[in-house]
């Protein structure tokens, strides 16, 4: 049984089509790298599966559960957390309050995100708007985790981060793969992290899925006839 | 303790303090007007979650204060006439009984917003300003045709109620009831805006999309603090009843709603002691400037003005800086 499963998904932004055939699996504890060029639909099938878009026509199943018709809050509720593009904490709370407001009873607590992440530890009395860039993406990713997902999904995580910062985000990345069940899907432009993280890729060309395989059959043939890298 | 800690302790101590010694300088003026400031930031604390932590601009809220201030005042009368309020199905009487005054009241607030709040929260901006608005215009036209319970004319009532072991005319005991249930409210809001439920109210004022997307229902969010705000705010309006033994549709008057969100504006919208602080002063220019002059609206005016354009964080803003605030 997947954790997530897309079939035949098409989205609009009004009255402009942005995906039209997006189908794909996740299964419990995989991870899942979705890539493409700019503006092929990787954020906008992100959005429609955390329902921040309406499912135009096909089919959304988590855990086998139909969410076309769900809101965005009982999507999160079914297990799917989110580290948006742009970090988007709420920036007038503190680190620790960014954390308790989206606490949902689980493993994930205070304490294993500090775990994870130690710098949030040290800024905890922080507010969000006055923390690096780096900090407010492990911020962002630490009160996905509070959640206690099943799921969670990552869109464009190291975009703009310093070198260091983005090693440290990809090694949390890689703790989580190693040291839980949970189920990423992974929106990134490194292809070398992604390839070294994920289990397997789909590839996204004008809105639609049009290649998908274990991460051992990217071939470069694949990567620069879709991805022209 | 952090500054607004410290302070918040002073300007408490000082509300407490002054009635004190005007009850020893046999000032009962002054204690009448500290228990009218203690009641006005009572409203103020209930608007301030809304206003405050949500984000929501509510011009509604003497609705409330209205239907706290007419439970006391329709109960009180039936007491003091002996006419039962309702004898079929069951036997209502009324009540001299401040207890069970406070909990009708609390439950007559709390209904009401809850219908309002479900109704106006599922707009936003200035179309849930103006549903508050009509909610509370069309309480105070209701009141006014209301002849049974003084109409227009308002209605007197001749007794003040009881409280078990207090002498409730004694303007410092009274002002004791009132207090009390100042710092009630004042510390349970305070406990309430930092528990998970205040931190994703506040989240929520910050982006309704992103707590949708840590599995928080915005609507049911907000509407629990609007009827936990309305509450808070009907219990004002019932101490507010009972200290003037008088009620009068102005209470559910648009007027009255603006005055409350003086109160926390003035203050410091989201600070803590924001809505007690700005209570304090309205009532000190209305005593002040009141009597030097009929339109010392003006001065509150101006200062207000002053206010919004340099002291961002109200008073206390002014006084304190931004430190700590959720703004």
């Not at chain 1, 911020?139 to 509070?146: E, T």
């Not at chain 2, 409203?43 to 405050?52: D, E, S, T, Y």
């Not at chain 2, 005991?173 to 309430?192: D, K, P, S």
């Amino acid at each position: 049984m997947s954790l997530l499963s897309l079939k035949q998904v098409a989205s609009w932004y009004g009255s402009t089509q942005a995906l039209f055939d997006v189908s794909f699996s996740l299964e419990e504890g995989e991870v899942l790298a979705l890539m493409g060029r700019n503006g092929m639909g990787k954020s906008t099938t992100i959005k429609t599966i955390c329902k921040m878009l309406p499912v135009g026509s096909g089919e959304i199943y988590i855990a086998s559960k139909n969410i076309n018709t769900l809101p965005s809050f009982k999507v999160a509720r079914l297990g799917v957390g989110l580290v948006p593009e742009g970090r988007r904490c709420f920036p007038n709370l503190t680190v620790e309050e960014n954390l308790i407001a989206a606490a949902r009873p689980g493993s994930w607590d205070l304490l294993s995100v500090s775990t994870l992440f130690p710098r949030l530890h040290e800024r905890r009395s922080q507010m969000a708007n006055t923390l690096s860039g780096g900090e407010q993406q492990m911020l962002a990713i630490g009160r996905a985790l509070m959640t206690n997902p099943r799921l969670l999904i990552l869109d464009e995580a190291t975009e703009g981060l310093a070198p260091l910062v983005r090693q440290e985000i990809w090694s949390a990345l890689h703790s989580l793969k190693n040291n839980s069940n949970l189920s990423l899907l992974v929106v990134d432009k490194s292809l070398s992290e992604l390839k070294q993280v994920a289990d397997k890729v789909v590839i996204l060309e004008r809105g639609s899925s049009v290649w998908s395989g274990t991460t051992a059959a990217l071939s470069d043939a694949v990567v620069q006839q879709y991805l022209g890298i | 303790m952090s500054r607004e800690s410290i302070f918040d302790c002073v300007l408490i101590l000082c509300l407490a303090a002054v009635p004190i010694w005007a009850h020893f300088a046999e000032e009962p003026f002054i204690i009448t007007l500290a228990t009218r400031a203690a009641i006005f930031a009572i409203a103020g604390i209930g608007l301030n979650l809304v206003l405050g932590q949500g984000g929501l601009v509510s011009l509604g809220h003497a609705t409330f204060f209205g239907l706290g201030g007419y439970a006391m005042g329709i109960l009180a009368s039936h007491a003091q006439t002996y006419m039962p309020l309702s004898e079929w199905p069951i036997l209502i009487e009324g009540t001299k009984s401040m207890p069970v005054i406070w909990v009708v009241a609390l439950l007559a607030s709390g209904i009401a917003a809850l219908l309002i709040g479900a109704l106006s929260l599922r707009t936003s901006g200035v179309y849930f300003i103006m549903i508050t608005l009509a909610f509370g215009q069309m309480f105070y036209y209701f009141a006014v045709s209301w002849s049974a319970y003084g109409g227009d004319d308002g209605l007197s009532i001749y007794l003040r109620n009881d409280f078990p072991g207090l002498n409730t005319l004694d303007p410092i005991q009274f002002f004791l009831i009132v207090f009390v249930w100042l710092l009630v409210v004042w510390i349970f809001t305070a406990t309430l805006i930092r528990s998970p439920f205040g931190l994703a109210l506040n989240a929520s004022r910050q982006s309704t999309e992103r707590v949708e997307t840590v599995g928080i229902n915005p609507y049911h969010l907000r509407l629990t603090a609007f009827v936990i705000s309305g509450m808070i705010t009907g219990l004002a309006g019932a101490l507010f009843a009972d200290l003037n033994r008088f009620i009068s549709p102005s209470m559910f008057s648009w007027q009255t709603s603006g005055e409350i969100m003086v109160f926390v504006i003035l203050g410091g919208v989201a600070r803590r002691s924001g809505p007690i602080l700005g209570a304090v002063v309205f009532i000190a220019l209305e005593h002040f400037l009141g009597g030097l002059s009929d339109y010392w609206h003006i001065y509150l005016g101006a200062l207000l003005l002053l206010v919004v354009l340099f002291a961002r964080g109200g008073l206390i803003g002014m006084l304190l800086g931004r430190e700590r605030v959720h703004e």
